[in-house]
């Protein structure tokens, strides 16, 4: 008989060197770990919080064992083998397959120096399956079956593995390591360059709703957005100085345009490493967050985790053991350009996996930015951008870098997070490059990176943004126009600021950003206020930000549902219509809440395109009021003043004015 032992609301399974251990988690959840070791490591790193103790229904048999937790069963045969089963339906979801069928198992490890192990998990490919999820990546696909999948941070690539599958189920990869999964026709394959066991979390549901709102109660839901965070944000590589900051919100208040954050970009600061306005350019900010702050507009500065050598905080913070370190060679991460280092400079990473490293920064922004009134903060540059990366390299406080180089970006957050509820804050928002499964919990709002100004680059984002909002993020935005390049004075680009402003007016956060030509001088790019691309233009952006502010009320309802039930309010078609099967292959059109449908306009010169309205509503045309049956393709017309938008059913939505 097979060596397995029930304890409470697990089941293990001992067979030679390895332990197998499976227990429920979560609503219709199961926690899987499994080491070549003696015993299972309880203190590593993982993004689930609690399990909340959900009962299980365990039973050993002499031809294995079987675990379930509500709808979802985990059988275990004879050999360790491992299945997972709906156990209502009694249909399978997913199994193990071995690497090779002779030789090699399923669950597969090398080991390491430190208790480590290169590992991997190997599962069942199904030909009719589809992925979604997995973060935020670039390339250009909502359906991931067939990708291969870095599971690394860099910038415009944000790492979170968690998947959807279309078999009804959602899987996580619990792990911080550097590694990758491939979604292959022969195999689905997970896999970590270093680390002390596998360990994975899977989840069934009746819809993707259910599976979505599963992965938030074992990994904690984001906040309640704050009601000021819904409106427009204004940015640019970057405002000089304090005068010229107030002079722009000056100017949106002059000409009664809805403003909400003004955004201050880098080298706003004296030194990297000293987290405070440079006093020349920026002579009293406290003045400048009242003068903002009465025109009904909140500043949010960016903060680098970024030191450079020459500033005082270095000797000490090297002294304390606070920087990322490097097994070989300089112990410098980044060389770039710095105030008064305009050629270049050496800068270090802070390490956040180090607690008192992450007190320590949080002491120098309060003192250099809350301290004025300041309260949100853009978290740039977290994945951490060192280049080159080489995870080998590196050692955190929290182990090397190929095991834990993930979980940068959520324990960066994390710390500005315990900073401002130590402060008493509670409407807390972060504007983040980069995250891990579990950076919801901590306030952190997503944008895409540093993409390029082209409708190829646009194409991508809308992708992009509904997989990372399948990720368990709920807040995302992108540089509207592309962050590279883009001339305001070019009649291709303020077509494509167009396009991208119409379809930025529908994503959960709302910012204009970008490094605009002509540059001025030192890392200054050139104007991108809404009155930069010329008149027609503006004509145009300024109706979208009119209906945007319309539709606030709408929008944090969206966001009571994130905050309550995991639902990103911008999301694919087939969460709310998983029984079309048209719906799980649309990419190019999502659901803003559950009662808009928006399709926006993704090529150069086109003025109209193919929409696919969802079986099961009825969809009314939210500009002409003509009323379409669900399950069909219309050809919609799209002028340069117009995105085709959908009302479902009878909803009603101050899409037009007056």
């Not at 294995?64 to 059988?75: H, M, P, Q, T, V």
């Not at 529908?506 to 890392?523: K, N, Q, S, Y």
Request: hydrophobic fraction near 40%; aromatic fraction near 12%.
């Amino acid at each position: 008989m097979a060596d397995f032992t029930k304890s409470g609301n697990s089941l293990s399974y001992h067979s030679g060197d390895e332990i197998l251990k499976v227990e429920s988690w979560g609503p219709d959840g199961i926690r899987v770990r499994a080491a070549k070791a003696p015993s299972i490591r309880e203190d590593w790193i993982s993004a689930l919080t609690d399990s909340g103790n959900p009962p299980a229904q365990i039973e050993i048999r002499e031809t294995g064992a079987e675990l379930r937790n509500g709808i979802l069963s985990a059988k275990i045969g004879p050999k360790g083998e491992l299945a997972f089963w709906n156990a209502e339906s009694g249909t399978e979801r997913l199994r193990e397959k071995p690497i090779h069928d002779l030789s090699i198992p399923a669950r597969h490890y090398r080991e390491l120096q430190g208790g480590m192990c290169r590992i991997e998990a190997s599962f069942q490919p199904y030909e009719d399956e589809h992925f979604y999820g997995l973060g935020q990546h670039q390339h250009g696909l909502l359906d991931q079956k067939g990708c291969v999948i870095d599971l690394v941070q860099r910038n415009t690539e944000v790492a979170i593995p968690f998947l959807l599958s279309s078999r009804g189920y959602g899987f996580l990869w619990n792990n911080p390591a550097v590694g990758r999964v491939e979604l292959g026709r022969n195999a689905t394959r997970w896999t970590a360059e270093a680390a002390p066991q596998i360990d994975y979390w899977i989840t069934a549901g009746a819809d993707p709703k259910r599976i979505l709102a599963n992965y938030a109660e074992v990994t904690g839901r984001a906040p309640m957005l704050p009601e000021w965070a819904a409106g427009f944000w204004q940015c640019k590589l970057r405002y000089a100085g304090q005068a010229e900051a107030e002079a722009v919100a000056e100017e949106y208040a002059r000409r009664k345009l809805p403003l909400s954050v003004l955004v201050i970009d880098f080298f706003h600061w004296s030194r990297m490493g000293e987290w405070r306005f440079d006093p020349d350019a920026w002579p009293d900010p406290a003045a400048m967050v009242r003068k903002l702050n009465d025109l009904g507009v909140k500043v949010m500065v960016s903060i680098w985790p970024t030191v450079n050598r020459h500033s005082p905080a270095f000797e000490e913070m090297r002294r304390h053991g606070y920087f990322v370190r490097n097994k070989a060679g300089t112990p410098a991460h980044m060389y770039f350009a710095d105030i008064g280092d305009e050629d270049g400079a050496y800068l270090h990473f802070y390490d956040p996996t180090h607690p008192e490293a992450g007190k320590y920064v949080w002491e120098k922004v309060r003192e250099g930015y809350y301290r004025h009134g300041i309260k949100t903060f853009w978290l740039d540059v977290c994945e951490p951008e060192i280049v080159p990366l080489n995870p080998e390299n590196l050692v955190f406080s929290a182990g090397d870098g190929p095991a834990v180089a993930s979980i940068y970006p959520r324990d960066h957050v994390r710390r500005f997070y315990d900073g401002m509820r130590a402060e008493g804050e509670e409407d807390i928002l972060f504007l983040c490059r980069s995250a891990w499964a579990g950076s919801q919990r901590f306030g952190a709002a997503v944008w895409s990176g540093d993409i390029p100004s082209t409708f190829a680059a646009l194409r991508a984002q809308v992708r992009a943004g509904l997989n990372i909002a399948l990720s368990g993020i709920p807040w995302w935005t992108t540089d509207i126009g592309g962050f590279h390049g883009g001339d305001p004075a070019a009649p291709e680009f303020r077509e494509l600021i167009v396009r991208w402003f119409q379809y930025g007016a529908f994503c959960p956060l709302f910012r204009l950003h970008g490094d605009r030509l002509p540059h001025a001088d030192f890392m200054l790019g050139g104007p991108n206020e809404v009155w930069s691309f010329g008149e027609a233009a503006y004509a145009i952006l300024r109706e979208y930000l009119l209906m945007r502010e319309r539709l606030r009320p709408y929008i944090m309802e969206q966001m009571r549902a994130a905050h309550e039930q995991g639902l990103p309010p911008m999301r694919p078609l087939f969460v709310d219509f998983p029984d079309d099967p048209a719906c799980w292959a649309v990419e190019d059109e999502f659901l803003f809440g559950p009662d808009l449908l928006v399709a926006p306009v993704l090529h150069a010169d086109a003025r109209s395109r193919t929409v696919y309205l969802p079986a099961g509503a009825s969809w009314k045309d939210a500009w002409t009021d003509q009323t379409f049956p669900g399950g069909e393709r219309i050809d919609a017309d799209a002028p340069l003043e117009r995105i085709p938008l959908y009302l479902r059913g009878e909803a009603k939505l101050p899409i037009r004015g007056g």
